[in-house]
């Protein structure tokens, strides 16, 4: 049975001064978006003026391994314990990442033409919450365009 809405979940860290650099290396992730705390912030035409970020800012699409054969499709279940058992993978990294005064989350964006139901089993909230991973989810009308994913 297809699925009535289509998603995308990444990895967000948020750090006071971390070197992205240092996450990708340990994480093994590309990340898509990613900045250094202290470094130059462009203008931008909704923001003026140029400046430093104040923040370190990391973002990486997550996914399957990419030995998965080509085609097969997961479930948004699926797709959140991969991201946990990521971080469970690097656990002293985390550990010192949020002594540090850091945090990570997993940014869910789903997108669905009409009303849609979203399963979860507990077995995945249970390793959602061993993790300390916080999840955000952004929700749009429309279904994305596969060439987007």
């Known amino acids: ?24 290396r340990t994480l093994k992730l590309i990340p898509q978006h990613a900045w250094k705390a202290g470094a130059d912030r462009p ?3 909704e ?9 370190t800012l990391w973002i990486a699409p997550l996914g399957p391994s990419p030995y ?8 948004l279940d699926e797709a959140l314990r991969f991201g946990a058992l990521q971080v469970q993978r690097s656990r ?9 005064g850091g945090s990570a989350e997993l940014l ?3 997108f669905g033409a009409e009303t849609f139901t979203l399963e979860l089993t507990p077995a995945t909230f249970a390793l959602l919450a061993r993790s300390k991973l916080a999840i955000s ?13």
Request: overall charge negative; cysteine-free.
């Open 1 to 24: 049975m297809a699925r009535e809405y289509d998603f995308a979940v990444s990895l967000k860290i948020r750090h006071p001064s971390i070197d992205p650099d240092e996450i990708t």
């Open 43 to 45: 203008a931008t035409a």
């Open 47 to 55: 923001r003026s003026s140029a400046g430093t970020y104040r923040e």
């Open 68 to 75: 998965a054969p080509q085609g097969l499709e997961f479930s």
């Open 92 to 100: 002293p990294f985390w550990n010192r990442l949020v002594a540090e």
């Open 108 to 110: 869910i964006e789903i």
């Open 137 to 149: 989810v952004q929700v749009h009308s429309g279904i994305r365009s596969r060439a987007v994913a």
